[in-house]
């Protein structure tokens, strides 16, 4: 597990220290469903500001649906924008 505080200082690519700008966090937790037709379930915790708490939690039961939205999270991170639900049942 990686934490903010660990992150707090870093080196650039000139060597110099730099601070953390932001910290983000992603949790991913899986099961296997006995008894369904689509066994996997796939819970999905996110937020851009580990400051103010998760932004979006959902279920998914499609391996391709949640790597589209760990996608969507990682490029809106880098672009600045917030965390925000996309497909699944939410919660």
Do not use: Y
Not at 20 to 32: E, G, P
Not at 40 to 48: K, M
């Amino acid at each position: 597990m990686v934490t903010a505080g660990l992150q707090a200082g870093r080196i650039d690519t000139n060597g110099n220290s730099k601070s953390a700008d932001r910290a983000a966090l992603f949790v991913v937790r899986a099961w296997h469903e006995e008894g369904s037709t689509k066994p996997l379930r796939v819970h999905l915790r996110q937020t851009h500001d580990v400051d103010h708490g998760f932004e979006s939690v959902l279920t998914l039961a499609d391996i391709e649906e949640a790597c589209t939205v760990l996608r969507g999270w990682l490029e809106s991170f880098l672009a600045g924008r917030p965390a925000q639900a996309a497909g699944g049942t939410g919660e």
